[in-house]
């Protein structure tokens, strides 16, 4: 075999090798006509649309009796609310006989949930517009927390909205709670 023959062989093994290889090995194409580029490209963000706040009202709130009460106040900016679940902790030793009512925001809402864990010091409350109504918009109180205080003079606690608190509205699959605030209780008996 002359040397001629055996330098077509190997360039020929090496092109079928080759071509083999491209054959076999997985794609990142290009799309034809757009350049390819090995910059990262950032993830676009779905635009924001939770604009509802919740807030425990008055805050701080001092009392002069041992009973009072705190407004969950809601809201809503552009948000069309049909329902809202609340989450709330507070300290079951300074605060007893706790109960929850509805609100004036929502007109006649169905009450979904309402669970207290004298205890451990949680409220789970949750409320929603009638089939029939419309969704919501605006600002009012959502919900009232009536409770009897035993604390003492310069003394204080907290009552907190938790994360797990949720805000529904039309249009929207996530909860559209932007923020929420809770309140100090602060005693001059």
Avoid: W
Avoid at 32 to 48: C, M, R
Avoid at 179 to 187: A, F, K
Wanted: glycine fraction near 4%; proline fraction near 6%; charged fraction near 10%.
């Amino acid at each position: 075999m002359s040397i001629r023959t055996l330098l077509l062989i190997i360039v020929l093994s090496v092109v079928a090798g080759v071509a083999v290889f491209m054959a076999v090995s997985p794609k990142n194409e290009t799309p034809q006509g757009a350049s390819q580029s090995f910059e990262l490209q950032q993830p676009t963000k779905a635009p924001n649309v939770s604009f509802t706040t919740l807030s425990l009202l008055p805050n701080p709130l001092t009392i002069l009796t041992s009973s009072a009460s705190v407004d969950v106040s809601i809201d809503t900016q552009t948000n069309k609310v049909t329902a809202v679940q609340l989450e709330i902790s507070y300290d079951p030793k300074m605060l007893t006989n706790v109960a929850i009512a509805p609100g004036t925001f929502f007109d006649n809402p169905i009450v979904l949930l309402k669970k207290i864990d004298q205890q451990k010091g949680i409220i789970t409350f949750a409320l929603a517009i009638s089939p029939s109504q419309t969704a919501k918009m605006g600002t009012g109180s959502v919900a009232t927390i009536t409770f009897t205080s035993n604390l003492v003079t310069g003394t204080k606690t907290e009552i907190k909205i938790l994360p797990e608190t949720l805000v529904t509205a039309e249009g929207v699959s996530s909860s559209v709670l932007k923020s929420s605030s809770g309140t100090t209780i602060m005693s001059s008996l």
